[in-house]
């Protein structure tokens, strides 16, 4: 099921009444989670968690939603947004992070991305843009100066964030862009 967020304003009651559209497909294997081309959004819950959108990665084969609180549990699953300083595919940076369980599975894959690379995102009411990987680099735990960089206003910027296992405790950093163009 995916919820809407539309609402009817009863006049007379003045309830409001939540719009429930069901979108199952004829064959359930077509069904990636909650991205049907036919729906009004993507869906809003993945595993009983909720989520905020879908990341894919065309180079790592990679798809996604993406979890919208970061829970130890949610993470077994799926990446979750650490914040964002406005929306998914607004002016601003998303900032992910993700598992690497160094299994093909999750963020494990990202090792493999280059400078050129493309990210996708699709917001919940399927505003989809195209990223492209700018800036890789591997850091300390600890390190967070990367997080204050200076975005600038007129592009949509993307953070990633995975651990990498070799060498221990450090992380995986993918900056991207997707500039507007005018």
């Given amino acids: 099921e995916i919820v809407s967020n539309s609402s009817n304003k009863n006049s007379d009651s003045n309830t409001i009444i939540a719009v429930i559209e069901d979108t199952k ?12 081309e036919n729906a009004m959004q993507v869906q809003s819950s993945y595993n009983g968690f909720p989520a905020c959108g ?4 065309p180079k790592t084969n990679l798809a996604l939603p993406i ?5 130890v549990s949610g993470m077994e699953y799926s990446c979750c ?6 929306t998914i595919n607004l002016s601003g940076n998303t900032y992910i992070v993700g598992h690497n369980y160094n299994n093909g599975t999750l963020f494990s894959n990202n090792k493999n991305l280059k400078i050129g690379d493309k990210i996708i ?16 680099f591997n850091t300390t735990a600890e390190d967070t100066s990367y997080l204050s960089r200076p975005i600038n206003e007129k592009n949509i910027e993307l953070t990633i964030q995975t651990c990498n296992n070799d060498p221990q405790d450090t992380r995986l950093i993918i900056e991207a862009v997707h500039e507007i163009k005018k």
């Fill in 67 to 71: 979890l919208s609180d970061q829970t």
């Fill in 25 to 36: 497909k004829e064959n359930e294997e077509e069904k990636i989670y909650g991205y049907d």
């Fill in 121 to 136: 995102l699709t917001g919940l009411y399927k505003n989809k843009l195209e990223y492209t990987i700018y800036n890789i």
């Fill in 54 to 57: 879908f990341l894919e990665i």
């Fill in 81 to 86: 947004m650490l914040y964002t300083t406005g």
